[in-house]
């Protein structure tokens, strides 16, 4: 039989223990010390008729996280989206900056600066890694890293046909949370995208933030800097916003001028089918739009307008066909972007 050392071996491994636990408590506040240091500040100004001015604003700001030793900047894309005029601000300076590339998909945006000598890039890590319980950092430029925990991983369903399958949740939530970097082991495991909440059985409804895990942006990366898009088919996009209530998709914008505005969809209507298939839910609804085709492909709806039935058909199209064109700083455009 073999033995474990009985008592003996206990209090040497908790000596050990002992020993080891400050130490790696250093070596993990190193870590993310210099993991902090590739973090930067990314502000840019959107035209008045952007868009996305009336929902984002024009004046837009947040936090960039330094990927590659070439100035390549990561953040979150509503951040730059549509903006003409992008600078970045390390602890040495403020700099203009070139617009890269957006995902709508994902959520994700880069710019890139020539300006960061001496900044050394945040490494990738691996957030399939990342589960319910880790002890996580978020830093944000400027600030000290804070503490958190994951609290969920799930989907994320946006009103504006947007969905994550596996977001991840943290608390407490960080405030500058937009482009934030969440941070295990000293490596990039998610970006911080909105302030969301959760509720906490005896507590109620607490704060907390959603982050777009970094795995997500692997397979898009080398398309998403070489062309400005991620190189994967555009999803239809109808234009509208929608809300669920008890299982019902219930429609609460339609975009001026959008794909759903010109077949007839109206604030209030209820979405009861796609393509014959019934829905219950965004999530749903989302993805039975998008598993009919590309953009561009016609979408069978049949919604509830007041008290009558209809049956509609969506042209859709590519969301990023209706984004005004980002220039960079030498008055061009993603080569993706041209000539479509």
Same mark, same amino acid.
Not at 288 to 296: F, I, L, M, P, Q
């Given at each position: 039989?073999?033995?474990?050392?009985?008592?003996?071996?206990?209090?040497?491994?908790?000596?050990?223990?002992?020993?080891?636990?400050?130490?790696?408590?250093? !070596?993990?506040?190193?870590? +993310?010390?210099?993991?902090?240091?590739?973090? +930067?500040?990314?502000?840019?100004?959107?035209?008045?008729?952007?868009?996305?001015?009336?929902?984002?604003?024009?004046?837009?700001?947040?936090?960039?996280?330094?990927?590659?030793?070439?100035?390549?900047? !990561?953040?979150?894309?509503?951040?730059?989206?549509?903006?003409?005029?992008?600078?970045?601000?390390?602890?040495?300076?403020?700099f203009p900056a070139d617009f890269v590339g957006y995902d709508g998909d994902t959520g994700f945006g880069l710019v890139r600066t020539r300006s960061l000598a001496g900044l050394k890039p945040m490494q990738l890590g691996e957030s399939s890694r990342v589960e319910v319980g880790d002890s996580l950092q978020v830093g944000g430029f400027g600030n000290e890293a804070q503490r958190v925990h994951v609290i969920s991983r799930g989907e994320f369903v946006g009103s504006w046909e947007y969905l994550l399958d596996s977001a991840v949740y943290t608390a407490p939530a960080y405030p500058d949370f937009g482009g934030a970097a969440l941070i295990s082991e000293g490596k990039l495991v998610g970006v911080g995208s909105i302030l969301a909440a959760f509720t906490q059985p005896g507590v109620g409804r607490l704060a907390c933030n959603m982050f777009v895990p970094i795995d997500l942006l692997k397979p898009i990366l080398q398309a998403l800097e070489r062309s400005g898009r991620s190189g994967l088919p555009s999803r239809p996009w109808l234009g509208l916003n929608t809300a669920e209530t008890e299982g019902r998709v219930v429609v609460t914008m339609v975009t001026p001028g959008g794909p759903a505005e010109q077949a007839g969809l109206r604030r209030g209507d209820i979405i009861l089918t796609v393509s014959q298939q019934?829905?219950?839910?965004?999530?749903?609804?989302?993805?039975?739009?998008?598993?009919?085709?590309?953009?561009? +492909?016609?979408?069978? !709806?049949? +919604?509830?307008?007041?008290?009558?039935?209809?049956?509609?058909?969506?042209?859709?199209?590519?969301?990023?066909?209706?984004?005004?064109?980002?220039?960079?700083?030498?008055?061009?455009?993603p080569a993706a972007w041209l000539n479509r």
């Open positions: 039989m073999i033995s474990t050392g009985g008592p003996v071996l206990g209090a040497a491994l908790a000596a050990f223990l002992l020993m080891w636990a400050p130490g790696s408590a250093l !070596l993990e506040a190193q870590d +993310v010390e210099e993991a902090m240091r590739a973090l +930067v500040r990314v502000r840019a100004t959107v035209p008045e008729d952007a868009t996305t001015a009336r929902t984002l604003g024009t004046e837009r700001e947040g936090n960039g996280i330094l990927i590659d030793s070439n100035g390549l900047i !990561l953040t979150i894309g509503y951040l730059i989206v549509e903006a003409d005029s992008i600078e970045v601000q390390t602890a040495t300076g403020t019934p829905v219950a839910g965004i999530a749903e609804f989302y993805r039975r739009v998008w598993s009919t085709g590309s953009a561009g +492909v016609s979408v069978r !709806l049949r +919604v509830l307008q007041g008290d009558r039935i209809r049956e509609l058909t969506v042209k859709s199209v590519d969301r990023s066909e209706r984004l005004r064109r980002s220039p960079s700083r030498s008055g061009g455009v």
